[in-house]
């Protein structure tokens, strides 16, 4: 039975109707995730969440729907809500809410819509949030202060909201603990970088239509999200340049063949722009002159801010819709720049996001982590915690198992000969 408030309903979505295309959905992505399957068959059985509430703010697609169901199976009571608002894809929110799950988002949100939804999954007082991006711990930390007194703690899936989190850790006013599911091994090494570089250029290929080989893009960091979108782009035939302001990394990006350069210098060069920076105001109007005719810009980003559309808008002659999906600005100087997906994160808002089988690892360390919260959450302080390392040796364990991969082990002599100082 629900415990929400009167006065939300079970779900708010565009459409029940859609169910059974999303079950569709879901079904497909359910067979190729057989790490998170496992980990769902030890929830069923120990119900961890049993008297839980869990709030999950992720992108609303099939491999999401997945963990949501592994986590209700689990004993949890479950609301879910979107982390963009293009990323929503209608008809698997309703086949959760066909389910008697709570959901709150429609694809194409307006940002009062997509704020009042977030707002809606929490407003059935959870005991665990599971978040990406920090929205959640957004409004946890400002309109809905009162929440927090019965938190147990959350899991955060992106960098960016990582580095939110951070900072209230540093700041002092972190209202509760939260496990950074982000910089687990087997989430930054394989999610952030193989993930994210083919989920983006399958979504800009299939966007545009158009061929990468030969053309010149622009990268713009070069974090783990960053060295994905160069190593897919060279692989595609693409001359890469990357953009930085760490030296670090500027040098790594080098090392690694790409030519570096500051984003002024980029801008006249380039035929395919990628920001992955977690920055705002990355390409600005200063850039947008700069750039050839036909020009491709998108945000691999968490939030729309790091190509600056509005700008663009202001400094523009006209625009229109070039393809579904790509809006066209037209400059006094002639030129049109082409903007994926309103700027959003491409490779959900203009695809399905991530393989599944790479968000099976993700998810996979999502719901071990909020079982971890259940267990000792009570006992851990307001802070940023590392995921447990038993949690990525068992989700690698797993997936290696499902391949059939058999790994060398350390004997006793070899582990007594790694953990000696003496000779």
Same mark, same amino acid.
């Given at each position: 039975?629900?415990?929400?408030?009167?006065?939300?309903?079970?779900?708010?979505?565009?459409?029940?109707?859609?169910?059974?295309?999303?079950?569709?959905?879901?079904?497909?992505?359910?067979?190729?995730?057989?790490?998170?399957?496992?980990?769902?068959?030890?929830?069923?059985?120990?119900?961890?969440?049993?008297?839980?509430?869990?709030?999950?703010?992720?992108?609303?697609?099939?491999?999401?729907?997945?963990?949501?169901?592994?986590?209700?199976?689990?004993?949890?009571?479950?609301?879910?809500?979107?982390?963009?608002?293009?990323?929503?894809?209608?008809?698997?929110?309703?086949?959760?809410?066909?389910?008697?799950?709570?959901?709150?988002?429609?694809?194409?949100?307006?940002?009062?819509?997509?704020?009042?939804?977030?707002?809606?999954?929490?407003?059935?007082?959870?005991?665990?949030?599971?978040?990406?991006?920090?929205?959640?711990?957004?409004?946890?930390?400002?309109?809905?202060? *009162?929440?927090?007194?019965?938190?147990?703690?959350?899991?955060?899936?992106?960098?960016?909201?990582?580095?939110?989190?951070?900072?209230?850790?540093?700041?002092?006013?972190?209202?509760?603990?939260?496990?950074?599911?982000?910089?687990?091994?087997?989430?930054?090494?394989?999610? *952030?970088?193989?993930?994210?570089?083919?989920?983006?250029?399958?979504?800009?290929?299939?966007?545009?239509?158009?061929?990468?080989?030969?053309?010149?893009?622009?990268?713009?960091?070069?974090?783990?999200?960053?060295?994905?979108?160069?190593?897919?782009?060279?692989?595609?035939?693409?001359?890469?340049?990357?953009?930085?302001?760490?030296?670090?990394?500027?040098?790594?990006?080098?090392?690694?063949?790409?030519?570096?350069?500051?984003?002024?210098?980029?801008?006249?060069?380039?035929?395919?722009?990628?920001?992955?920076?977690?920055?705002?105001?990355?390409?600005?109007?200063?850039?947008?002159?700069?750039?050839?005719?036909?020009?491709?810009?998108?945000?691999?980003?968490?939030?729309?801010?790091?190509? *600056?559309?509005?700008?663009?808008?202001?400094?523009?002659?006209?625009?229109?819709?070039?393809?579904?999906?790509?809006?066209?600005?037209?400059?006094?100087?002639?030129?049109?720049?082409?903007?994926?997906?309103?700027?959003?994160?491409?490779?959900?808002?203009?695809?399905?996001?991530?393989?599944?089988?790479?968000?099976?690892?993700?998810?996979?360390?999502?719901?071990?982590?909020?079982?971890?919260?259940?267990?000792?959450?009570?006992?851990?302080?307001?802070?940023?915690?590392?995921?447990?390392?038993?949690?990525?040796?068992?989700?690698?364990?797993?997936?290696?198992?499902?391949?059939?991969?058999?790994?060398?082990?350390?004997?006793?002599?070899?582990?007594?000969?790694?953990?000696?100082?003496?000779?």
């Amino acid at each position: 039975m629900s415990s929400l408030p009167q006065s939300i309903p079970q779900f708010e979505i565009k459409d029940i109707t859609l169910a059974p295309s999303g079950q569709f959905k879901i079904d497909w992505a359910y067979k190729n995730m057989p790490v998170l399957r496992a980990i769902e068959k030890e929830l069923i059985e120990e119900q961890p969440f049993k008297g839980l509430k869990i709030a999950i703010s992720v992108h609303v697609e099939a491999k999401t729907a997945c963990l949501a169901r592994a986590l209700s199976r689990g004993g949890a009571e479950v609301a879910l809500t979107g982390c963009n608002p293009l990323s929503t894809q209608d008809d698997v929110a309703a086949a959760l809410a066909s389910c008697g799950m709570h959901v709150y988002t429609i694809h194409g949100d307006s940002e009062d819509n997509y704020i009042r939804h977030l707002k809606m999954a929490l407003a059935f007082e959870p005991d665990i949030v599971i978040d990406d991006g920090g929205d959640f711990a957004m409004l946890l930390h400002s309109d809905l202060k *009162n929440l927090t007194v019965k938190l147990l703690g959350g899991c955060e899936e992106t960098t960016t909201g990582v580095r939110r989190l951070e900072i209230l850790e540093k700041e002092g006013t972190l209202s509760y603990p939260v496990v950074a599911v982000n910089d687990a091994r087997c989430k930054h090494l394989f999610d *952030n970088r193989f993930g994210t570089g083919q989920s983006v250029w399958t979504a800009i290929m299939a966007t545009t239509n158009l061929v990468v080989a030969g053309k010149t893009v622009v990268i713009a960091g070069f974090g783990m999200c960053g060295r994905g979108v160069a190593l897919r782009a060279k692989g595609l035939g693409a001359k890469v340049v990357v953009t930085e302001i760490d030296s670090v990394k500027a040098c790594e990006a080098i090392m690694e063949g790409y030519q570096v350069m500051s984003m002024d210098d980029a801008a006249s060069i380039g035929d395919f722009f990628v920001t992955v920076t977690g920055c705002e105001d990355v390409i600005t109007s200063r850039h947008f002159v700069k750039m050839k005719d036909g020009a491709v810009l998108c945000n691999a980003g968490h939030f729309d801010c790091e190509v *600056n559309v509005h700008e663009l808008s202001e400094i523009c002659v006209s625009q229109a819709k070039l393809r579904e999906s790509i809006i066209g600005y037209t400059l006094k100087n002639g030129r049109t720049i082409s903007v994926i997906a309103e700027g959003r994160l491409v490779n959900l808002a203009s695809g399905d996001g991530h393989p599944v089988e790479i968000m099976d690892m993700s998810f996979a360390l999502q719901a071990q982590s909020a079982r971890y919260i259940a267990k000792h959450g009570k006992e851990l302080s307001k802070r940023v915690y590392n995921t447990p390392e038993e949690i990525d040796d068992r989700v690698a364990s797993i997936l290696l198992e499902a391949k059939g991969v058999n790994i060398d082990k350390l004997t006793d002599k070899q582990y007594k000969y790694l953990n000696s100082w003496e000779f």
